[in-house]
C-alpha cells in the first residue's frame, strides 16, 4: 500500500466497491465516536476516553502488573479477557485509513493519532493486559504498521507522532522475540507472534535486530507449515474458524516476503497453496464456511466492510462476513497463478485488493477467464482430506461435510469438538443440519462445555457419556478416548459413500464400538444415514440432529425442517421406524457471544447390542413430494449388504 499511488488504487477502488463507500463512513465514524462491536458486544459505546484494560461486557479491569498464563481464564465470574485483546489489535485501524482515502476528511488521521498515542500512554511495556498475550502484540503490531500506511501522506499528523508510533514497534518487536508462545506443541498462537515479528523486521529494517528478526521468524514459520499443516492441507487444531486464521497468516506473511524480496521455501508456498484448495473444498454452494470445531471469529487483518445482502435467508444475512472464507481464494489465485481458486472464490475480494493492489485485481481477472475457457478442471466436487479426517460430499446444490478426525492439536483437543462422525447438510440453498458452533469461551464455562459436547453435534451418544471426555474446568483440552477409523471413502457417478468406525466407548463397562455410514444418492440427491453400536451388553443409543433455525413439522417420527413452500430437509426414520424422538431446547452460533434459538431432535434406541438406526435425509427444493422410498430402500439393502452385522 503506496500513498503515494493513492490516486490509482481509489481509481480502482471505485470500479470494484463504490457500492462500500457509504458502510465504510459509516463504520469509521463510528469508531470515532468510540462505538465498538466486538466478540458479540453489540454496538456498545465506550465513552470519550477508551479503557483498554476493560471487558466493557462484563465490566472487569485489569491494569498495571504482569499477567501471567494462569489467570487468562476466571472461572468464577463471567470476564472474558479475549474483549480487552480484541479491542487493543487495533484491526479498526484500516478502516478508518479508508475512510480517510475516501473522503480526505482529517477527523479520522485525528483519530488514529489520538487512538495510538492514547494507548501507548496507557500500556507501559510488560504491563498490563495488552501485554500479556504474544499472539496480541503481535496482531496489533501488524495492524498499526497496515493502518499508519493509509495515513503516510497525511499533513497533519505531527513527526513526533510518527517518532513515537516508531518507538513503539520497536518495543513490541522486543517484546515478542523475547516471549515466543512456543513450547513442545506449538498452535495459532506461535504463528501468530512470528507473523507480527516477520512484519517488524521488512517494515523497519533500520531497527538494529531487524535482520535477525526476520531470519528467525521466516524459518519458524517455514518449519511451522510442516508441524502444524497436515499433508493434506488441513489445519492440526481441527478447527475450520481456525485454519482460516492461520492461512491469513501464513499467506499474508509469505506475500509480504515475496514483494520484498526476500525467497519463501517453495514447499512451505506449496503448503499454504494445499491449505486453499481445502478453502475451497469446505465452501458451500452459498460461499460459507462449516461450523468444525472452535470459533471466536479471529483474524490476523480485516481489511473489508461487509454488506448483508437484502434477500438472503437467515442466518447468513447477519453472519456471512464471518462465514464467507473466499476472499483467501482470490488472493491465493493470484498469488498462486490458480485459475480454480479464481473459479472458486467467485470474485475479486476487497481483502485480495487491499493486498494485492489493482495488478493483482488484474492478474486476477485473466486467471477468471481461463477458469471458463476449458482449460481449467470440472468444478470443485467431493474431495477426500485423510490426513485430518475430514470429507466432502457434493453434487449440484448439495452438499455435506463429514468431521472423522482426532480431538486436534496433537492430541491436546485445544479447540476440537465432540463431533466425530459429525456433519453438517446443506441443499439448495439452505443449511439444514448445522454444527451449533462454539458461542463463547471462558466468559460461560457451562455453555463453553455445552457447545463441545457429543449432544450438540450430529453424532450418535451411548449411554449419555461424552465420545471424548472433558474435564469441565479445562476449558481448552479434551481427553483423545478414540482415534477414528475410516473403512471407506469412495466417490462414484452413482453416489458418494462415506464409512467409519470409533472405538471411543470400549472404555464402558459394556464395551462397544460405533459405526456410521452415510451414502449420497448422487442421481436423486438424498442421503442414507445409518448408525450401528457393535460388541456387548444394553445400552441406550441417541442420534442428535441439529437444524438451523428454520421451522420443524413433526409427524410422528418424521420431521421436516422449513417451510412447505419453500426449500425443505425431510428426516425420515427407516430403522426403527418408529424410534423415541424428543425436540430438545437448544442454540445454534453463528459468531463468537452471540446465539440464536434452535431447537435439537434427539432419538434415541434402548435395548441389546447389536443396535441400528437409519435415517433418509431427504431435501427437496419446492413444495413437499412423497418420498422415493421404493430407491431409498435399495440403498439401504445396499449398505447392508456391503456392511453386513
Request: aromatic letters at 12%.
Amino acid at each position: 500500500l503506496d500513498h503515494r499511488q493513492k490516486k490509482v488504487w481509489l481509481e480502482e477502488y471505485a470500479l470494484l466497491f463504490l457500492d462500500k463507500k457509504p458502510a465504510v463512513v459509516r463504520a469509521a465514524d463510528e469508531i470515532c465516536s468510540h462505538r465498538f462491536n466486538l466478540l458479540g458486544s453489540g454496538l456498545t459505546d465506550l465513552g470519550p476516553v477508551i479503557n483498554w484494560h476493560q471487558d466493557f461486557k462484563s465490566g472487569k479491569v485489569w491494569k498495571g502488573k504482569v499477567i501471567p498464563p494462569s489467570q487468562f481464564i476466571v472461572l468464577k465470574d463471567d470476564s472474558d479477557i479475549k474483549v480487552p485483546w480484541e479491542l487493543s489489535r487495533f484491526q479498526h485501524l484500516p478502516l478508518l485509513g479508508k475512510a480517510y482515502w475516501l473522503t480526505g476528511d482529517e477527523k479520522y488521521s485525528e483519530e488514529f493519532v489520538s487512538q495510538v498515542s492514547h494507548w501507548i500512554a496507557e500500556n507501559p511495556v510488560g504491563l498490563g493486559v495488552n501485554w500479556a498475550c504474544t499472539m496480541d502484540v503481535a496482531i496489533r503490531a501488524a495492524n498499526w504498521i497496515a493502518g499508519a500506511y493509509f495515513f503516510r501522506g497525511a499533513k497533519e499528523i505531527p513527526e513526533p507522532f510518527w517518532l513515537d508510533l516508531l518507538k513503539s514497534l520497536l518495543l513490541h518487536g522486543r517484546h515478542i522475540r523475547t516471549h515466543p508462545e512456543a513450547g513442545a506443541v506449538t498452535g495459532n498462537h506461535y504463528l501468530s507472534d512470528l507473523a507480527g515479528l516477520l512484519y517488524l523486521g521488512i517494515m523497519f529494517p533500520e531497527f538494529s535486530e531487524s535482520s535477525e528478526w526476520v531470519s528467525f521468524a521466516l524459518r519458524e514459520m517455514e518449519a511451522q507449515a510442516f508441524s502444524q499443516i497436515y499433508p493434506d492441507g488441513v489445519d492440526f487444531e481441527a478447527s475450520v474458524s481456525y485454519h482460516r486464521l492461520v492461512s491469513e497468516l501464513f499467506l499474508y506473511s509469505f506475500v509480504l516476503c515475496r514483494e520484498n524480496g526476500i525467497p519463501v521455501r517453495p514447499d512451505a508456498m506449496e503448503v499454504v497453496h494445499r491449505m486453499l484448495r481445502f478453502v475451497a473444498a469446505y465452501t458451500k454452494p452459498d460461499g460459507t464456511a462449516p461450523q468444525i470445531g472452535d470459533a471466536d471469529d479471529g483474524r490476523f487483518h480485516l481489511f473489508s466492510t461487509w454488506i448483508p445482502p437484502s434477500c438472503a435467508p437467515f442466518p447468513m444475512s447477519q453472519h456471512g462476513w464471518i462465514l464467507d472464507h473466499r476472499y483467501l481464494l482470490s488472493t491465493g489465485a493470484v498469488v498462486f497463478d490458480d485459475p480454480s481458486l479464481a473459479r472458486d472464490s467467485g470474485t475479486f475480494h476487497e481483502e485480495s485488493f487491499w493486498i494485492l493492489g489493482p495488478s493483482g485485481r488484474e492478474r486476477f481477472a485473466e486467471l477468471l477467464e481461463k477458469s471458463s475457457s476449458g482449460t481449467v478442471h470440472e468444478e470443485t466436487g467431493s474431495a477426500s482430506f485423510p490426513h485430518s479426517g475430514l470429507y466432502v460430499m457434493r453434487q449440484e446444490s448439495s452438499y455435506m461435510i463429514i468431521d472423522a478426525g482426532p480431538v486436534g492439536m496433537k492430541g491436546l483437543g485445544g479447540h476440537g469438538h465432540n463431533d466425530v462422525f459429525g456433519f453438517e447438510l446443506f441443499a439448495h440453498g439452505v443449511t439444514f443440519l448445522a454444527d451449533p458452533g462454539a458461542y463463547v469461551y471462558s466468559a460461560d464455562p457451562v455453555s463453553r462445555n455445552l457447545f463441545r459436547s457429543t449432544r450438540y453435534h450430529n453424532v450418535v451418544e451411548v449411554d449419555g457419556e461424552e465420545i471424548n471426555r472433558i474435564e469441565p474446568d479445562l476449558l481448552f483440552w479434551m481427553r483423545e478416548d478414540t482415534i477414528p477409523k475410516i473403512l471407506v471413502w469412495e466417490t462414484t457417478t452413482e453416489y458418494d459413500l462415506f464409512a467409519g468406525e470409533h472405538d471411543a466407548y470400549r472404555r464402558l463397562t459394556s464395551p462397544v464400538s460405533c459405526r456410521r455410514e452415510i451414502l449420497l444418492d448422487r442421481k436423486l440427491g438424498f442421503w442414507i444415514l445409518r448408525d450401528r453400536v457393535l460388541g456387548a451388553g444394553r445400552h441406550t443409543i441417541r442420534s442428535f440432529l441439529h437444524p438451523s433455525p428454520l421451522k420443524l413439522s413433526r409427524e410422528g417420527g418424521r420431521v421436516r425442517i422449513g417451510d412447505s413452500d419453500s426449500p425443505s430437509l425431510s428426516i425420515i426414520p427407516l430403522e426403527p421406524k418408529n424410534p423415541d424422538l424428543e425436540i430438545i431446547p437448544g442454540f445454534v452460533s453463528y459468531s463468537y457471544g452471540t446465539r440464536r434459538e434452535a431447537p435439537y431432535l434427539c432419538y434415541s434406541l434402548s435395548g441389546s447390542v447389536p443396535l441400528e438406526m437409519i435415517f433418509c435425509l431427504f431435501p427437496q427444493e419446492g413444495d413437499p413430494q412423497p418420498p422415493l422410498m421404493k430407491e431409498i430402500l435399495g440403498r439401504v439393502d445396499f449398505l447392508r449388504t456391503r456392511f453386513p452385522h
